[in-house]
């Protein structure tokens, strides 16, 4: 099996919210993203305050809940680290911008760490707080019935251009609308948003 297919066949299981293959995509690209993470957090008190880990976790974690969701379309490893990418890109952003915009000493903050997300006190690895189902579980919870449809007819294998006909929007319409619905639940979850479009 070529190693798009593979990519193709772990991505599906990801999308129906397979604990096993989101650990396997850590496994996967943790270290790189860790890099990546490291690479951005150029600021020495931000590096004292928040770890390339925890913000990696926090990445993860925020990522699988999105694409059990139904949100992304990947289709290569090289779309899967592009996205990943960014978000950890928005997540060193946001989080510089909020210790400017608090106009405090970033050495005074209360750390932003993976112990402290919901449910880390039962997560050991960092598998397995990307993969915890109770958190998957949370998310779902937040969504409203027609948003809840959508990740139903997303699972089902409908792409936005059929969910988009059945709702009587336009495709770009709908998957702005859930990227949104996606963003309120991972703040609501503790989860910064991270994905922008």
């Excluded at 880390?120 to 027609?146: C, F, G, K, M, Y």
């Excluded at 336009?170 to 996606?182: L, Q």
Aim: glycine share 2%; hydrophobic share 40%.
């Amino acid at each position: 099996m070529s190693e798009v297919a593979e990519f193709e066949v772990l991505m599906q299981r990801v999308r129906q919210g397979d604990a096993d293959a989101a650990s396997e995509l850590v496994s996967r690209y943790e270290r790189e993203l860790q890099i990546m993470a490291r690479v951005r957090l150029t600021d020495p008190a931000l590096r004292r305050e928040f770890d390339s880990i925890d913000v990696c976790q926090s990445i993860l974690a925020n990522f699988f809940i999105r694409a059990a969701s139904g949100q992304f379309q990947l289709d290569t490893p090289d779309q899967l680290i592009k996205l990943l990418a960014t978000m950890i890109r928005n997540k060193v952003t946001d989080i510089a911008r909020r210790s400017r915009r608090d106009r405090r000493d970033v050495r005074r903050l209360s750390p932003t760490r993976a112990d402290d997300l919901p449910l880390a006190q039962a997560i050991e690895t960092p598998s397995q707080h990307v993969a915890n189902e109770e958190l998957l579980r949370l998310a779902r919870q937040h969504l409203s019935e027609s948003e809840l449809d959508i990740v139903n007819r997303r699972r089902a294998g409908s792409d936005w251009q059929d969910i988009a006909r059945a709702m009587h929007s336009t495709p770009e319409a709908v998957r702005k609308r859930f990227s949104r619905s996606m963003d309120r639940v991972m703040r609501k979850l503790g989860l910064d948003a991270s994905h922008h479009d």
